[in-house]
């Protein structure tokens, strides 16, 4: 099973994703992106769902015309994991 992150390792963690917002509530990250046009930003969430998939991990996320809005945590460890992390980073190596 995954475990969930204790509190000094989310801090550690959340360190090296400064564009991330933590929700305390939901003990989740959540990332907003936008994109010159409706296609950038779908192409976008391809790239996002293809590393999803390979990683077994899926997003809640949205999309109105060129932005994108990401929300990562882990159900079955209730709140964020590793998982999540790995995942975040991953997209910000898409965009950056």
């Keep these: 099973m995954i475990e969930q992150l204790s509190e000094a390792e989310r801090a550690d963690a959340l360190d090296g994703l400064p564009e991330w917002d933590y929700d ?4 989740a990250i959540g990332r907003s992106f936008s994109f010159n046009s409706f296609s950038e930003a779908f192409a ?3 790239q996002v769902a293809l590393l999803a998939e390979k990683a077994d991990h899926h997003p809640e996320w949205s999309n109105v015309y060129n932005r994108v809005d990401i929300v990562l945590t882990t159900h079955d460890a209730g709140g964020l994991s590793t998982r999540d992390i ?3 980073g991953q997209i910000d190596d898409l965009v950056d």
């Design 44 to 46: 976008f969430m391809t």
């Design 86 to 88: 790995e995942l975040a």
């Design 24 to 27: 305390e509530g939901r003990d």
